[in-house]
């Protein structure tokens, strides 16, 4: 097959695509070059698509002997990444830019121009397993469950899924990292991305200040209605927040107090007890499901809510045009623009069964 490898720089990306070379690929190397302003991204091996990130990429590239291009994709990033970031933040919802990244980005935009220019598939250095059976694909976890990425993969459709390939779906990273040393990758070592690529020092708050400005609202208590203080917008939190609320005075009981609820509309961010974030049902719209089977019916299976967070056992349906889930214990620090996915666990590994986007609970 004819396989474009997106190169990111790091030695996830780097491993696939020899992978995929050595499995006898006709292999070309990609960079995405996502912002016009390449020094304003982290630097240091901390982010993603620096300038250093491509160097490491080409050499990378030349090492393993395939063509490598850099193509520009810093405007598209700005319009889908960027301005859903800060524009879900405005609403009062809690967005994933990575997942928005790969749903619009690498498998959306880089994979429409690869079929265009007639690559059968494109390799990432993505840790899911990805099965395609009868022309019908199956997404589930990877092998080292402390690196599985498959819940920002699953917003993925079938047919983008069937022109995907992720290698390193059966590895450990402590494997792959070997593996890049024994090929004598200069990225064996770099260490792994973390943050938001596009805000260079990690204050989102600040950050999401400068693209809003200043939207003054009150702190309310939850409970009583009474005014807690003041607040410079409600994108500065997020459903769950703890620290930095700017609130002087200790609750009644002495127990900490998290948001509860964000209203941009009247500038209110309501907090209160630890116990008034559990939730038992969510709602979820835009459904994907990436086997292209929506639920038949209500099914037993297991959500996760976060990239690195927690699981937990629910039953879930399609609902119109969306997802109804009860979940069989309460839930904490839900918050509406995340992500759920619905896992179904068997032998073989959790199988992604679909997600949505969050848009209520109770």
Request: aromatic content about 4%.
């Amino acid at each position: 097959m004819r396989v474009l490898a997106a190169m990111s720089g790091g030695v996830d990306s780097a491993v696939a695509a020899a992978r995929a070379v050595e499995a006898g690929h006709d292999v070309v190397g990609v960079h995405l070059a996502l912002s016009a302003k390449p020094g304003t991204l982290r630097t240091g091996a901390r982010g993603c698509c620096t300038i250093e990130d491509s160097r490491d990429a080409r050499r990378a590239a030349d090492l393993l002997g395939i063509p490598f291009y850099v193509w520009d994709f810093a405007e598209r990033f700005t319009e889908e990444v960027i301005e859903t970031f800060v524009g879900e933040y405005a609403a009062g919802r809690t967005p994933n830019p990575c997942l928005t990244c790969n749903e619009k980005i690498k498998f959306e935009a880089l994979l429409d121009k690869a079929m265009a220019l007639g690559f059968d598939a494109v390799c990432t250095g993505h840790y899911a397993r990805l099965s395609v059976v009868d022309g019908v694909p199956e997404l589930r976890r990877s092998r080292d469950g402390g690196k599985d990425q498959s819940y920002v993969l699953a917003s993925l459709t079938a047919e983008q899924l069937r022109h995907s390939m992720f290698p390193l779906g059966d590895s450990l990273k402590s494997e792959v990292r070997v593996e890049a040393a024994e090929r004598d990758l200069a990225v064996a070592e770099k260490p792994d991305s973390h943050d938001i690529c596009f805000i260079p020092d990690g204050d989102t708050k600040k950050f999401l200040e400068n693209k809003l400005g200043q939207q003054p609202g009150k702190l309310v208590d939850a409970e009583t209605g009474a005014v807690l203080g003041e607040h410079t917008g409600v994108h500065g939190f997020t459903i769950g927040q703890r620290k930095g609320l700017g609130i002087d005075a200790p609750a009644a009981d002495g127990r900490p107090r998290y948001v509860l609820s964000l209203e941009p509309v009247s500038g209110t961010v309501k907090v209160g007890s630890a116990e008034r974030l559990s939730v038992t049902e969510i709602d979820a719209k835009r459904p994907i499901w990436p086997s292209e089977q929506p639920l038949p019916g209500p099914t037993e299976c297991v959500i996760q809510v976060r990239a690195h967070g927690g699981t937990a056992e629910a039953v879930a349906e399609a609902d119109g045009d969306g997802i109804r889930v009860q979940l069989r214990q309460p839930l904490r620090g839900v918050a509406p623009g995340q992500a759920i996915v619905l896992y179904r666990p068997d032998a073989e590994g959790d199988l992604v069964l679909g997600s949505g986007i969050i848009s209520a609970t109770r």
